[in-house]
């Protein structure tokens, strides 16, 4: 069974902090997506990541594809309270043809 | 492009009676996948079709059900609902059949009491 762990489950921070959230897995993907979801509202997709060793940046935002291609990591600077959400991570199996989520990680930034 | 649209957006149902929840994809999308999210348990995938075929199947019971029509909308249903099926269900579209970028819908908020 394939599995994605998130790490950390919960992250409470001050605005302005820096914070890095990681999803890792022992199977391999064919690309990584990750996305945030507010409350009561559907998964957004922020982005895709493909090649082992890819990084993309969003605004504030950094996500790095492991060479392996079996992690992952959002990167955060200099967080704000609209990044206040529920980051989603998701596996695209090309063998299983299925999307395989982590558990999530829930942010919470203060003013 | 319109995006993926779920109705109803909110239901109050009471247990024992079934319900039906409708997805329509983003516009040349062919797979449609439905997911199951509570606090708990995180993101449970329940099933996904392409072109009116069932791909793949989640660990759901048979009270859970769908089916997709040829203009690749799609429907869920529940029969005999419980209070555990209480959730946010969310509908996801894709281009290809094989997992690939997921655009989800807003969600229905399914209340069981």
């Known amino acids: 069974t394939q599995l994605l762990e998130q790490s950390p489950q919960f992250l409470s921070i001050q605005e302005g902090e820096n914070l890095t959230v990681y999803c890792n897995s022992s199977s391999v993907f064919s690309s990584l997506q990750w996305y945030r979801q507010e409350p009561g509202e559907g998964p957004v997709l922020l982005v895709t990541?493909?090649?082992?060793?890819e990084v993309k940046k969003l605004k504030r935002l950094t996500f790095q594809f492991g060479d392996a291609r079996k992690d992952s990591s959002l990167h955060i600077t200099a967080a704000q309270p609209g990044d206040t959400g529920l980051y989603l991570c998701a596996g695209a199996s090309s063998n299983t043809g299925k999307l395989i989520f982590g558990q999530g990680t829930t942010l919470q930034v203060k003013p | 492009k319109a995006g993926v649209t779920q109705t109803p957006r909110y239901l109050i149902k009471t247990r024992g009676q079934q319900v039906t929840l409708s997805c329509s994809p983003i516009?040349?999308?062919?797979?449609v996948s439905w997911y199951q999210q509570t606090p708990g348990q995180g993101l449970q995938f329940l099933f996904e079709?392409?072109?009116?075929?069932?791909?793949n199947k989640g660990n759901f019971p048979g009270r859970f059900s769908g089916r997709q029509f040829s203009n690749s909308r799609s429907e869920m249903n529940v029969s005999t609902l419980e209070l555990g099926d209480s959730a946010l269900y969310l509908c996801?579209?894709?281009?290809?059949?094989?997992?690939?970028?997921?655009?989800f819908g807003q969600g229905t908020r399914l209340t069981v009491v």
């Open positions: 079709y392409f072109s009116e075929t069932q791909r």
């Open positions: 516009s040349g999308h062919r797979s």
């Open positions: 990541v493909v090649t082992g060793g």
């Open positions: 996801a579209s894709s281009l290809e059949d094989r997992a690939t970028e997921a655009f």
